[in-house]
């Protein structure tokens, strides 16, 4: 059984690690959010200890060790994108493995100097990349390389996943704190494309603001038109009907990708190959933080040649600019 603390705990992905980590036989020593709305623990792991300043969280990690001997051997990081890179450090001073969410750092740079801290510590940072675990992407996977050696597919990836007036005003909706909606909701799309793909050749964006982004990705295999959006209006009137709020597409040469399913095992999954010496560390995350960072700093290209239908869709306001107020 090893030792587990938390950062993020009332984050909405916590419940996933949580969960992962009771299903692998494992035990949460101590937990940390600046907010207290954890009453999950009680479903995992009720005798965690919890705390809401950081301060004290990490002087209790350290007498655990000192008094008790119970050392810590991996920290869970659940916290908002920008901070991933500090409490990754702290898990690896702490001698301790990370495993972080996704986006695991903002920047390139970041991921080579936690490549020296790996280093000097001896332990590990691993990236939650669970769409490499789904059963659809590995077959997916494996009929491209199967396939034609100079064969490039024709791939349109489009996900809608609406968010109200809350998100603007949370850290998600800074780009400097989330990265922007790309790399907010776009990396492990990416990743996959990446890791099914092949490397980047070109990356173009038709299209970047406050609620969506477009454009368009040229890997060693594929030719990929993509589009992101928070916005409810984006989503196909049909999709509407059935009352849902997400919509979903991957289509290789035409075909529909079907991985509407199977994401709830998905992290305990990344936990257990974790456990067994696997995993997927700084590297594997690398180009997935690549295409996001130069997203979000490219300039934006005219929508001639290959690009996304939905691109062309009228832009909706920010609900807080524009003469609107906070």
């Known amino acids: 059984m090893k030792n587990f603390a938390l950062i993020g705990a009332a984050g909405y992905i916590a419940p996933r690690h949580l969960k992962a980590i009771k299903d692998t036989k494992n035990n949460l020593i101590a937990a940390y959010d600046k907010f207290d709305s954890v009453g999950i623990m009680d479903s995992y792991f009720p ?40 409490h990754i450090r702290m898990a690896l001073r702490r001698d301790a493995h990370a495993i972080c969410e ?27 990349l669970q769409l490499r675990l789904h059963e659809s ?23 809608l996943t609406s968010r109200g007036h809350w998100y603007y005003t949370s850290w998600k909706g800074d780009d400097s704190k989330s990265g922007g909606i790309a790399s907010n909701i776009g ?40 589009f992101l959006s928070i916005d409810y209006n984006v989503i196909p009137d049909e999709v509407k009907e059935t009352g849902q709020r997400t919509y979903r597409s991957i289509t290789v040469d035409g075909e529909e990708i079907e991985f509407s399913g ?34 979000r700093n490219s300039e934006i290209s005219p929508l001639t040649g290959d690009y996304h239908p939905f691109a062309k869709k009228e832009n909706a306001k920010h609900p807080f600019r524009n003469g609107n107020t906070y």
């Open 102 to 128: 996704k986006p695991l750092v903002l920047n390139p740079w970041n991921i080579d100097a936690l490549s020296d801290i790996e280093k000097a510590t001896q332990k590990k940072v691993y990236s939650i």
């Open 187 to 226: 990396v492990h799309f990416y990743d996959m494309l990446s890791w099914v793909f092949g490397d980047v050749k070109e990356n173009r964006v038709h299209l970047h603001n406050h609620d969506r982004a477009s454009g368009y990705l040229e890997f060693e295999k594929a030719r990929v038109r993509w």
């Open 137 to 159: 992407i590995i077959a997916l996977k494996r009929k491209i390389e199967n396939g034609p050696k100079d064969k490039i597919y024709d791939v349109d990836l489009t996900y």
């Open 47 to 86: 005798n965690a200890d919890f705390f809401v300043e950081f301060e004290r969280f990490d002087r209790h990690i350290e007498k655990l060790k000192r008094q008790r001997d119970i050392n810590l051997d991996y920290v869970s990081i659940c916290t908002p994108n920008y901070l991933h890179d500090a």
């Open 262 to 295: 199977g994401f709830t095992e998905l992290h305990t999954k990344s936990y257990e190959d974790i456990l067994n010496g696997n995993g997927f560390g700084l590297q594997d995350a690398r180009q997935s933080i690549e295409i996001v960072q130069k997203i």
